[in-house]
């Protein structure tokens, strides 16, 4: 009764502030402010620069800058190195992504089996990760070398067919996507071992009691879907890492032979930093920034979804 | 249904020894709970029944079958654990349903999507399915086959962890402290259940607690354990008035039974500065321990004739009103703890704070001084009938 008596009431009253919420709204501002500021001005900044840059026709260094509406896009539309690029670069992911997760997930796997020497191999195979990426590509430089290189060495020995692996068209792009390999395994394993760890040794015993002890069994009743969620979040990391594939081109290979390696992020560095023709490297970066942002999308709405199990 | 025989069970891990020479001989269709306080092996010799630890040394028998050589799947048991450990990715009916399916699907049946087309996997996926829902309706989760163990509630997934036992109906059932994790109110609800559903099944229970309300309401039979030993295996009302030794004596029963220390005097023992008329046999001891039930001590009135032989005084230091019951705490000189009598809360409203109290006992227990207990002690003077049942 108290209740129906006071509606009308506070109906009839207009719509006021309650005393002090402008303060509290003031405070919540400037609380928040510094951080609002400083996510403008580094993140969400320069992304909208670089998208408006995109519909200019600014080259690095001009004095004029004038809107230029999507002729890059039209002009990307109808670049043979665009498309060849962008092959490439899905090329890569599509090789590089699901073989360094399930080899990452085979030696987390084999680690976490095993009963001695786990550190030993944990800190091995995370040795890539940690080195830097130019000096070891040095080193696949000497491995994959036509004659004196490990890998031909190594094949002519077993009698198997041997090729200059970076020199030649149809094997070049899958020689740097080994070495990209080598250095997202080491990562994935990581993550691996973190999501192995934590799944409650209860359920494989469980498991056991209810029938499914065998290797394979326990691999698929329980450790499988027990990683869904570091599985989604392995997958997207590799495959935004591998998307952004640069130095090992840039390095070994500058994109040849006859832009057999040409990836998104070089040409995107020869447009913007060779031919310095900003505005369209800006068009390619929204190309980029756009599959990236979708598989961000994509690994949120999975985790979301269907991996998450609270 | 069937025996369960543990004999001379063995077990350390590493340099610590957490069972010594554990023999149980738990009959068909009993319910027996293991209980003890943290760290008294109970849930290793759980695990080791299971077959998810082994024993280093000793023989396990379901039935007559010894099992020690056997994995878990095979030994005809089903656990309940402390943590339910449902699998979280699968809904209630595929948690309820994986014994079944592993047992009874070949591999290529059990593969996903391709396995439901295999020849033969339809009726036994059906026949599953209705096995799952037989078990399902009576504990209530019918309507909730569908969910994942995450929109469940504490007590949900607990009957989900009971399903999942009873659907491959086991000859035994072993459960590792399954009501911990809920609340209070609960927890006294599904110990009821628990018990019912003992009674349907018929199947042999091994239960481990460490809460002695759960042990003396559910079991009937308590092995007690403590470091590593079962110290007595009978029946709760036993354990409770015959314990086989002071420690079993100390963990049953709440508050706690009194220990009052005593020696041989002339013609009985001497507690707490009075005579006690108490014949003990040699083995005693010449420091024998007495403990006394809260509930065996009355309260005797300043100045009346001694009713019963057995009697401490000092001052009332603390009393707890219980509604049915009142505890009081007498402090005792010579006795390190306050002895505790459970009375009628009328005779304690006469009583005040500081005031002298004499309790009197016609019952007691009497334990050498490592505690093993000493066989029945008689008041001397005293009519036997009387005595032996205060």
């Known amino acids: 009764m108290a ?67 999507a002729a890059n896009y039209v002009e990307l539309w109808g670049d043979r190195v665009f498309w060849q690029s962008l092959r490439n670069t899905l090329a890569y992911v599509a090789f590089t992504v699901p073989a360094s997760v399930f080899l990452g997930l085979g030696v987390a796997l084999l680690i976490e089996a095993g009963d001695r020497g786990r550190g030993l191999y944990r800190a091995l195979f995370f040795l890539p990760v940690t080195s830097t990426l130019l000096a070891m590509a040095l080193v696949f430089q000497f491995a994959f070398h036509p004659t004196v290189g490990l890998v031909n060495q190594a094949l002519g020995w077993l009698g198997l067919p041997t090729t200059d692996w970076l020199k030649n068209p149809d094997t070049a792009l899958y020689a740097l996507g080994v070495i990209g390999i080598w250095q997202a395994l080491g990562l994935n394993m990581v993550l691996f071992l973190a999501g192995l760890k934590a799944i409650p040794k209860d359920l494989y015993e469980a498991a056991a009691i209810d029938g499914a002890d065998g290797a394979w069994d326990r691999f698929v009743r329980v450790t499988w879907p027990m990683l869904g969620p570091s599985l989604v979040f392995v997958v997207t990391i590799t495959a935004i890492r591998s998307f952004q594939v640069f130095d090992t081109v840039a390095v070994l290979t500058e994109g040849g032979p006859n832009k057999a390696t040409s990836v998104l992020l070089y040409q995107m560095y020869q447009e913007g930093f060779s031919f310095l023709r900003s505005a369209y490297a800006a068009a390619l970066t929204c190309v980029f920034l756009a599959f990236v942002l979708l598989l961000t999308w994509a690994q949120t709405r999975l985790l979301d979804r269907r991996a998450h199990y609270g | 249904m069937a025996r369960l025989t543990l004999t001379g069970i063995r077990k350390s891990f590493g340099a610590t020894a957490v069972l010594h020479d554990v023999a149980l001989d738990i009959h068909d269709g009993e319910f027996v709970s293991l209980v003890g306080p943290s760290g008294c092996g109970k849930t290793t010799l759980l695990r080791i029944v299971a077959g998810l630890d082994h024993a280093d040394q000793g023989r396990i028998a379901i039935g007559d079958t010894v099992v020690d050589a056997l994995p ?34 070949s591999r290529a049946q059990r593969l996903p999507l391709l396995g439901r087309w295999w020849p033969g996997a339809g009726a036994r ?120 030794d002071l420690r079993v ?36 001891g010449a420091r024998p321990q007495l403990a006394v039930r809260p509930e065996w001590w009355t309260v005797q009135p300043a100045g009346t004739p001694q009713a019963r032989p ?73 009519r036997r009938l009387a005595v032996a049942h205060g």
């Open chain 2, 72 to 105: 878990p799947k095979a030994r005809d048991i089903a656990m309940v654990f402390q943590s339910y450990a449902l699998y979280p990715y699968m809904t209630v009916r595929q948690n309820l349903a994986l014994p079944l399916v592993m047992r009874r699907l």
């Open chain 2, 125 to 244: 996926r059906a026949a599953i399915d209705a096995e799952v829902q037989r078990v399902a309706a009576p504990l209530g989760l019918a309507p909730l086959l569908d969910r994942r163990p995450a929109q469940l509630s504490g007590g949900q997934r607990q009957r989900v962890a009971l399903g999942r036992a009873m659907v491959r109906q086991p000859q035994v059932f072993l459960m590792d402290e399954p009501l911990s994790n809920l609340d209070a109110k609960l927890r006294v609800a599904t110990r009821t259940e628990i018990a019912q559903l003992h009674r349907r099944l018929e199947a042999t229970f091994v239960y481990v607690t460490h809460d002695q309300v759960e042990a003396m309401t559910m079991s009937d039979r308590v092995a007690l354990m403590m470091d590593g030993r079962v110290l007595q295996f009978a029946p709760p009302q036993h354990i409770y008035d015959d314990p086989a």
């Open chain 2, 249 to 284: 004596a100390q963990f049953i029963g709440t508050p706690q039974i009194n220990t009052l220390p005593a020696t041989r005097d002339e013609g009985g023992l001497t507690v707490a500065g009075r005579h006690w008329p108490l014949a003990l046999p040699p083995e005693a």
């Open chain 1, 3 to 69: 209740d129906a008596m006071s509606l009308p009431a506070a109906a009839a009253r207009p719509r006021r502030r309650a005393p002090g919420a402008w303060a509290e709204a003031l405070a919540g501002w400037t609380l928040a402010g510094p951080a609002i500021v400083l996510m403008w001005l580094m993140l969400l900044g320069p992304a909208v620069g670089v998208i408006g840059l995109s519909f200019t026709d600014w080259t690095f260094g001009a004095p004029q800058i004038a809107w230029a509406g």
């Open chain 2, 310 to 382: 057995g009697v401490v005084e000092g001052t009332l230091a603390h009393q707890e009103l219980l509604g049915a019951e009142t505890l009081l705490h007498v402090r005792v000189d010579s006795v390190a703890e306050t002895v505790v009598a459970r009375v009628d809360p009328a005779q304690a409203r006469t009583l005040a704070l500081g005031a002298p109290v004499s309790l009197a006992t016609a019952r007691v227990l009497a334990f050498d001084a490592a505690g093993h207990r000493v066989p029945q002690a008689e008041w001397m003077g005293v």
